[in-house]
Structure formats: C-alpha cells, structure tokens
C-alpha cells in the first residue's frame, strides 16, 4: 500500500515557475515507477511526466524543455520542476505509484491545483 501527498500548487503567472512534489508512505517508494499527469477542466487526464525506479525519465511533448521530474528514494518524494509556464499549463497534478513489477498495483495522490494566469 501506498499513500501519496502532492503539494506545491498554486497561482502563478506566465513564464514563472513552481516545483510541485509527491510524498510516498507506506512502501518502499524505490521499487515504483512513479509519474506527474494533469487534469484541466472539460478535458481527459494526461500524462506530464514519468519517471522510472532506475531514474529513466519520459515527458509529454508539450512540456519538454520546461518540465523535469526527479526523484529522491531516501525522501520518497518525487518532485515536478515546472519553468515557463504558460496558461495552458492550468490544471489539477496528480502523482500516481506503479509497482514495477506488479503492474497492476497502482496509487494516485488526490491532486493539487496549479493556475497560471496573470
């Protein structure tokens, strides 16, 4: 079982920047591929970012250059850097846990709001 806080939302106007991060409890967060999607109003949820146990790392086009997802095992948390953004970036950030080998073993944190708008 694992339990997963994201935090660090909020408003911000564009071009600015937020770092949102994951908090894991429960499990050893090390053996999960964890990942960022986001939700916006009206639309499908979609993946942001990924990023595996082993640190290999995957980012939705729209985000690339601007978005990095890392994560830190000791901590278990996992953080999204989020630079220039634009208001298109306005959403609800969900963190989700995948076991690495059991992958039907999947968890999802209860989102934070991040509105870009000047």
């Known amino acids: 079982q694992v339990q997963l806080v994201e935090s660090g939302g909020g408003l911000v106007q564009p071009g600015g920047s937020l770092r949102l991060s994951c908090a894991a409890s429960?499990?050893?967060?090390?053996?999960?591929?964890m990942g960022w999607y986001r939700q916006a109003p009206g639309k499908q949820r979609e993946l942001v970012a990924t990023?595996?146990?082993?640190?290999?790392?995957d980012y939705a086009d729209s985000v690339k250059g601007r978005f990095t997802i890392s994560r830190d095992n000791a901590k278990k948390t996992v953080y999204l850097q989020m630079n220039s953004l634009k208001p298109e970036d306005t959403a609800v950030y969900y963190c989700?846990?995948?076991?690495?080998?059991?992958?039907?073993?999947?968890?999802w944190g209860q989102g934070t709001q991040v509105t870009v708008s000047a």
């Open positions: 989700k846990a995948r076991h690495t080998l059991v992958h039907s073993l999947v968890y």
């Open positions: 429960g499990s050893i967060v090390s053996i999960y591929d």
């Open positions: 990023i595996s146990s082993g640190g290999t790392t």
